[in-house]
């Protein structure tokens, strides 16, 4: 061990900006020039892992220690380009960990939305949970402009601990393998390619619940083909650890139950900054639950101590700003960033819980459940909020359950739980054998989705030569019980269902498609879809073939509302309509629809097809913008803006609304 690694260490947050901020302080409990009763000099690392150099000697910053784990951030605001006029709003993204972490914006003069304003020239923002918190800040007066800045404050974990240092693959997997409660951190670049079949660190009987950061080096070449191992990646299975700032290149992995780049199955974890590039794969021939992700396999929130399987009083299950590039796939559930999320602890009320945020996939996805970012949600517990945010996929994705961003996303009722997806998109073809979605294939309990979309071609195709062979397609839920709020689908939708003669006579062939959902059993406001819609039936009589298509939705039986369906074409074999093909008890309410839409199929319901709009007129923000007079009088009511409250803007090359983050 060098004499590095037994000196204390001061972590620092570092803030990093789309464009310009050109001042800023950050400490831990207050001024870091403070020391403690020891008087210690520490080394300085910023956030990820990397030391901070001074630029005058090339050697790490020493500086005194503070152990103190509360921590501040102040920002101050440096003259730009212009003025932020009053009216404009800045948003802050800030990471935080933990809880007890308290924000101070020094602005003058503000305003502030979800923090408290400590006087005319600061607010403080403490977040509501550990993960990404927006924080909206609009001037009471002009005062000089900013842009967007996403700050990250340091894990009091990571702060004056030690920090084994690793610099070759035999480090790497002896160090951590002797003592898997370490703490680590890459020194140096390291090659696995001494190693065929990488064994990976951690089992369900004795996991890693150390930490690791990368420290800006790379691990390349990780080769695994362990098809009898259930936990396999560059670690097997981690509990309530921290892994930070880690990169895997050239990896190539095929597990058993659960694979992934770096890790096959996690508890209570949290991976911040990190990504994996290559393909891997799950295939099990003894468990059904086999999970593929280009991060992590399975991502699971209790905790496995001496105590044996407890509920964590905190969740630290999130991954915040990873990526993945390379093509997944499983036996059952397949997705860019985790194959299964399973969100079941206690309840912790106003504790959101799982979090994906700031992450994406650029490969193919392809499994049973099938998804973008994960293939399969499900949360259970009372009081508790699943969040999926900021991410997206651009690599198309086939299952039977497929979604741009998850496959299937199920959530217990009653439980007063919910899983929230936000700000995503998806940019591939989704393809399944029952159920494709832009943004999931398949939506099952309290579930919001909300200023997402998908430009992707939906297709949904059945063939059944011994039963009944339904098929849901739609731009943004092929069947959902999901609240659908400001979002589009840009693609074309196909639903198509056949079944033989040699199908039982009870039998039926029946299919959705809708531009938002291909069935409805929820709300969708403020949405809308270009792309033409289609639903086939075939079957060996009439009598046995259902085909519902609609620009909004292909079957509803719950409200449509301020709805523009923009589609060329919407085509049925039986019903068919601009807004919705068929209607269930539900309202459909001042919607929109292209005026030389080609409609093929029965049109039953007058309020299926929406007020007359030309190309043109929806194109102009004021159709969407304009106050809501009556059914199909004055605008949508739509917001425009700079933030999630008001999502939408108009682009500049004379297009339909997009969001304001695009």
Known sequence: MSALTNQKELKQ????????????????????????????????????????????????????????????????????????????????????????????????????????????????????????????????????????????????????????EIYTPIELYTKITNDLSGNYRLMANISLDIYDNWLPIGTS????????TGNGYKISGLKINRRTVNYVGLFGYVNGGTIINLALEGVDIVGGRYAGAIAGYINNTTIINSYSKGDISAISSTYNDASAGGIVGYLMNLR????????????????????????????????????????????????????????????????????????????????????????????????????????????????????????????GDISASVYAGGIAGRVTGSITITNSYSKGDISATIFSDYGSAPAYAGGIAGASNATIINSYSAGNIFSTSTISSNSPSSSTASTYAGGIAGVSNATIINSYSI????????????????AYSGGIAGYATHAIINCAAINRAVNSNLFAGRIVGYITNATIYNNFALNIMNVLGSELYPEGRGVDRTDAQLKIQNTYSDTIVGDGVGGLGWKFGNNADNPWKMPSNNGYPIFYWQ
Request: charged residues 10%; aromatic residues 10%.
């Open 13 to 164: 947050t570092r803030i990093t900006v789309t464009a310009m901020l050109l001042m800023f302080f950050i400490g831990c409990g207050g001024d870091s020039g403070s020391r403690n009763d020891n008087n210690d000099m520490c080394r300085q690392f910023d956030y990820y892992g990397n030391p901070i150099i001074d630029p005058s000697t090339g050697l790490p910053t020493l500086a005194p220690c503070n152990n103190n784990n509360t921590q501040s951030v102040s920002i101050s605001i440096s003259p730009a380009a212009r003025n932020m006029l009053v009216g404009e709003t800045l948003i802050l993204y800030i990471t935080s960990r933990p809880e007890n972490a308290d924000f101070t914006f020094s602005v003058n003069p503000v305003s502030g939305s979800g923090c408290i304003k400590s006087n005319n020239n600061a607010i403080t923002c403490k977040p509501l949970w550990e993960g990404e918190y927006r924080v909206t800040v609009t001037p009471t007066a002009d005062i000089s402009k900013t842009v967007s800045a996403r700050i990250t404050v340091a894990d009091p974990n990571m702060i004056g601990e030690n920090f084994e």
């Open 205 to 212: 009987s004795t996991p890693f619940t150390g930490k690791i």
């Open 304 to 427: 496995k101590g001496e105590e044996g399987w407890t509920y964590p009083s905190v969740s630290n299950l999130s991954i915040i700003n990873c990526y993945s590039m390379g093509n997944i796939s499983s036996s059952e559930y397949s997705g860019g960033i985790a194959g299964y999320v399973n969100d079941s602890s206690v309840s912790i009320v106003n504790h959101p819980h799982a979090i994906i945020t700031n992450s994406y996939s650029t490969g193919d996805i392809s499994g049973h459940y099938a998804g973008g970012v994960t293939g399969y949600v499900t949360s259970g517990t009372p009081n508790y909020t699943t969040v999926i945010t900021d991410s997206y996929s651009t690599g198309n994705v086939s299952g039977y359950y497929a979604g741009g961003i998850a496959g299937y996303l199920l959530n217990s009722t009653g439980n007063n739980n919910t899983i929230t997806i936000a700000d995503c998109y998806s940019i």
């Open 531 to 546: 792309g033409d819609v289609y639903a086939i039936a075939n079957a060996p009589d009439s009598s046995r073939a259902f």
